[in-house]
């Protein structure tokens, strides 16, 4: 295959019938590699070199081989599913200590999810927060994402 150098479509929205679907389960930090080099569930070699800041996304279609559509799934990772109680400024100390410690969190209607990890469990038990840990995929809405962001820029 050829190196994959832009998002062919979304599966949702493919006018074209596919013959079989090949997917690429990918984590989310792979999904917001713009570079990489991975594999589908049907063997195929996938070379990914899409432009800065592109992140796929679960039904991204990279490839179409012979009528056989190569698509991105997410991967299920390890995370955190925090479920805050309380008034709205609680969700937002949490964000704001999930963000000081530069930890990728995506909003879910009813939980801020984030990769588990030990350091991120001490913070919420210190804070007295309500939280179980999943293993699903680390999808949901993005804040933040920012290209080039240092703490000296205003």
């Given at each position: 295959m050829q190196v994959v150098t832009e998002i062919l479509g979304r599966l949702d929205?493919?006018?074209?019938?596919?013959?079989k679907i090949d997917k690429i389960f990918?984590?989310?930090?792979?999904?917001?590699?713009?570079h990489m080099v991975c594999y589908?569930?049907?063997?195929?070699?996938?070379?990914?070199s899409?432009?800065?800041g592109t992140e796929l996304n679960e039904g991204d279609i990279l490839g179409n081989d012979d009528g056989i559509a190569i698509v991105v799934s997410c991967a299920r990772?390890?995370?955190f599913i925090i479920t805050p109680r309380g008034a709205p400024v609680d969700w937002s100390a949490i964000g704001y200590?999930?963000?000081n410690l530069h930890r990728p969190v995506r909003f879910?209607?009813?939980?801020?999810?984030?990769?588990?990890?030990?350091?991120?469990?001490?913070?919420?038990?210190r804070m007295g927060v309500c939280y179980s840990e999943e293993k699903r995929?680390?999808?949901?809405?993005?804040?933040?994402?920012f290209t080039g962001h240092h703490h000296d820029e205003y």
């Open positions: 929205d493919a006018k074209r019938p596919y013959k990918l984590s989310s930090e792979q999904r917001s590699s713009p589908s569930s049907g063997g195929r070699t996938v070379k990914v899409l432009a800065r990772e390890d995370l200590q999930l963000g879910a209607e009813d939980a801020l999810l984030t990769p588990k990890d030990a350091m991120v469990a001490d913070l919420l038990d995929s680390f999808i949901g809405k993005r804040y933040g994402s």
